[in-house]
């Protein structure tokens, strides 16, 4: 296991390396440059060379590539040209913010998601098993920003249930200790704080949990009935078991194994989802700044963040990789 | 092990199946009938096979006795009376409290009958655990002995396997382990030998034949192997597409069959004592070369007994001497002296 571990950890290397090029070369192909941008419409030709020397942008391409490698391999990921905060910091700092969001929409995708696709495998052509699947192809086809605006709409202005934008009220005077704000509220014991931030929560982990949600539903239901005409299923069945142990032993742990690998790659999707999705609601993460450093030409931020995505990304789905070897053990590396 | 269970008087049957008929398609569509109007009696302690190529209903019979069948596209008619109750329309609970615990049964293919992600000592103690409400630590135990008697050596530790570190036949013991791990009064076995090696074969139909003496329980063996018959069986039914086309106890339908089917069936198996470079007879055609019962017997485009007779009418199943048989002309005498082996 833990051969396999640092195998999949040495192959990540190369990735991120090949990652690198692509991204100095992306952000640099961009049109508009971060000096013109950080010094606005009024820009002189003069301040314009002044940015460029000062961040060396002016130095040929390889030497300026050659000195951003060379400052990753010790761990420095540049500064925010815009706020001149290290990327790094800057990273920590919001991370938490898009991780609760991304945890919230998870879950709301995966309580929801595995049940609707058993139910609808079971009863696979009526009209139960039709609705679900139609509802789920409407889930996958919605563009987020689009659910994210509609949501907001209704249930915030329209209906006025639900807050409309950011993580918290900012007239709550809420301690902070590991920036995940609901977790934050449960540790301090200031409950009306964990509250708000749930009720914050409840609309973008919605907008962006529902493409996950309608994926997962459609994997479940897929093996699920692949799983319930196994023979093994007869032969639990055959044992006269509870229909509650045959669902829950037999068939849902052999369908999960589809459904896992599919939840890790959504964590792929949740990242680029939630720029949507954060921006809409004025939520304070990775994502939103990130949208924001697009628009300002932030070469470092933006080289940053998305390596920095990047690696989590491949960790998640390494963590899921390791996860099927405990569910199945035919493939447990042994 | 004390379980309260009903007495069953020794003339009353066990299992009593009555115009069994299984019919398959979905609703708007032409159905076709796998099981039509099948009868038979299992009496306590009787072993009884039903005999047939695939195709014949054989399993289907197996499946719909257990209420295992799908329930979209199947309809299922007739009587399935266990001990008086009706398996066909008693409720979910009741027919799950017999299942495993009184009717149990081995399944056919042991690479795809067992739950992969599940370790084999699970899926012994479930049934144990469900039926004998007994705690975790005395279903393990007695899954333990239950596969030491099944022949599985090293049983502790083979309880905290998966299937897939096993072979075909020390799977096949598993499921005859979970089969009678109840000590069921019924044991129905579909096949249960036809997907291993011919050595496996006679070691697992020996362990099947050493437990079901052992807990006098009865069993129905489905196969299309008279071989398996003969070792096992003290009764047979003969099916033919859907219907029951010969019944005789063992020893009168191995020594005089009537039907053209069941002579076809004995004079297909490989002999060692005949000559050198004889070929087997197979019966001409396929399974698939059939006409409905509706317009005549089913066999007969198979058939070098046919007669025009056979193919206007259906044969009925008529009685005589102990034995039924739905034929119109057949074997007799000296040919079905000669059909014998």
């Known amino acids: 296991m833990l051969r396999f571990a640092l195998r999949r950890l040495a192959l990540l290397v190369p990735v991120l390396l090949g990652l690198s090029v692509l991204l100095f070369v992306w952000v640099r192909a961009l049109p508009g440059e971060p000096a013109r941008s950080l010094l606005g419409q009024r820009a002189t030709p003069e301040g314009i060379a002044r940015v460029n020397e000062v961040y060396g942008f002016n130095d040929p391409l390889l030497q300026q590539y050659g000195s951003y490698v060379w400052a990753l391999l010790r761990g420095d990921f540049g500064s925010s040209i815009k706020t001149g905060q290290p990327v790094l910091e800057s990273f920590i700092e919001k991370f938490p913010g898009t991780v609760e969001l991304g945890v919230a929409a998870l879950l709301f995708a995966v309580v929801l998601g595995i049940p609707l696709g058993y139910y609808a495998a079971r009863h696979q052509g009526r009209l139960l098993d039709t609705t679900i699947v139609s509802g789920s192809l409407i889930g996958v086809v919605t563009p987020v920003f689009f659910l994210a605006i509609l949501l907001k709409l209704v249930f915030a202005n329209w209906l006025d249930l639900l807050p409309t934008s950011q993580r918290q009220d900012p007239r709550i005077d809420a301690t902070h200790i590991t920036n995940f704000y609901v977790l934050d509220g449960l540790l301090t014991r200031e409950w009306d704080a964990a509250l708000d931030a749930l009720t914050h929560l409840v609309l973008p982990a919605v907008a962006l949990g529902t493409i996950p949600l309608a994926i997962i539903v459609r994997i479940t239901r897929a093996a699920v009935a692949d799983v319930l005409n196994e023979d093994y299923v007869r032969t639990a069945e055959s044992k006269g078991l509870s229909r509650m142990l045959v669902s829950r032993r037999h068939i849902l742990r052999n369908a999960m194994l589809p459904v896992m690998t599919t939840i890790g790659l959504q964590a792929g999707l949740l990242f680029s989802g939630a720029v949507l999705t954060e921006s809409v609601f004025a939520w304070n993460g990775i994502g939103r700044f990130l949208f924001d450093s697009i628009g300002q030409r932030d070469y470092p931020v933006l080289q940053g963040y998305i390596l920095l995505i990047a690696i989590i990304y491949a960790l998640i789905n390494l963590t899921v990789d390791m996860a099927y070897g405990v569910v199945d053990p035919r493939v447990r590396v042994s | ?341």
């Open chain 2, 1 to 341: 092990m004390s379980r309260a269970r009903t007495a069953t008087r020794p003339d009353e049957p066990l299992l009593s199946v009555r115009d069994l008929s299984v019919r398959f398609g979905l609703r708007g569509q032409e159905s076709f009938a796998a099981v039509d109007e099948v009868s038979f009696d299992i009496n306590p302690g009787q072993h009884l096979a039903i005999v047939g190529e695939s195709g014949s209903g054989k399993s289907v019979t197996a499946l719909a006795v257990m209420g295992l069948l799908p329930s979209r596209g199947v309809q299922v008619s007739g009587e399935v009376l266990y001990r008086g109750t009706d398996l066909l329309t008693c409720d979910r609970r009741a027919m799950s409290r017999l299942r495993g615990s009184e009717i149990a049964m081995v399944f056919q293919d042991p690479m795809t009958s067992l739950n992969p992600v599940v370790t084999i000592g699970r899926q012994v103690a479930e049934v144990v655990q469900r039926h004998l409400k007994v705690s975790r630590s005395e279903a393990f135990e007695r899954g333990v002995d239950l596969l030491t008697r099944v022949g599985i050596p090293d049983a502790g530790r083979r309880m905290k396997e998966y299937p897939h570190q096993l072979s075909g036949g020390m799977r096949q013991r598993v499921l005859i382990a979970i089969g009678l791990a109840c000590e069921p009064k019924l044991l129905i076995a579909d096949e249960p030998t036809t997907a291993l090696d011919v050595t496996i074969q006679a070691q697992v139909l020996e362990v099947l034949k050493e437990l079901v003496a052992d807990t006098d329980a009865a069993l129905l063996m489905i196969t299309h192997d008279l071989g398996v018959v003969a070792g096992l069986c003290d009764d047979v039914r003969v099916m033919y597409s859907g219907r029951i086309v010969e019944s005789a106890d063992r020893d009168r339908l191995f020594a005089e069959p009537r039907h053209p089917y069941t002579g076809g069936l004995l004079r297909s198996i490989p002999r060692l004592d005949s000559p050198r470079g004889q070929r087997l007879t197979p019966i001409p055609g396929s399974p698939t070369q059939t006409i409905p019962w509706e317009q005549g017997c089913a066999f007969a485009p198979r058939c070098a007994h046919r007669a025009d007779q056979c193919t206007d009418s259906a044969p009925p199943l008529e009685q005589s001497e102990g034995r039924a048989l739905r034929c119109f002309h057949p074997l007799t005498g000296a040919a079905s002296q000669q059909e014998a082996p």
